[in-house]
């Protein structure tokens, strides 16, 4: 499965930008798709995840309430809907695939696969 993440771009500070996660390949059937950043200097982090039966979500905290995960399964591809967006959220954000549901979704290595990356840039 191959992973292709789109959306990002340079916004000002209060804008709204949505990432796609468009999976190919072989039938595209994970447990869990996420989302990551890595800022510069920063160290990877995990943004939000969902269950791609299920729906469900969850949130880091830095995020909760302005970012919205969503999945359409019939295209096979992840949205990232961010809002109200910061200069903080300035990162490279990534899109990546499990074939599970784990407890420790926020660990990169639960990913098998992974999007190139798109950059976001907030703009004060």
């Known amino acids: 499965v191959q992973l292709q993440a789109s959306g990002g771009g340079l916004v000002q500070a209060g804008d709204s930008l949505r990432l796609s996660c468009a999976a190919s390949?072989?039938?595209?059937?994970?447990?869990?798709v996420a989302w990551f950043r890595r800022a510069p200097g920063k160290e990877r982090e995990f943004v939000a995840r969902?269950?791609?039966?299920?729906?469900?979500?969850t949130y880091a905290d830095s995020v909760k309430d302005r970012f919205t995960i969503s999945r359409d399964d019939a295209k096979n591809t992840a949205f990232l809907q961010m809002n109200s967006l910061k200069p903080e959220d300035t990162a490279v954000y990534y899109c990546?695939?499990?074939?599970?549901?784990?407890?420790?979704?926020?660990?990169?290595?639960?990913?098998?696969?992974w999007g190139q990356g798109t950059q976001v840039t907030v703009s004060s």
């Open positions: 990546a695939a499990a074939l599970g549901v784990y407890s420790d979704y926020r660990n990169p290595g639960r990913y098998g696969s």
């Open positions: 390949g072989r039938t595209f059937s994970p447990g869990t």
């Open positions: 969902i269950g791609w039966i299920g729906g469900s979500t």
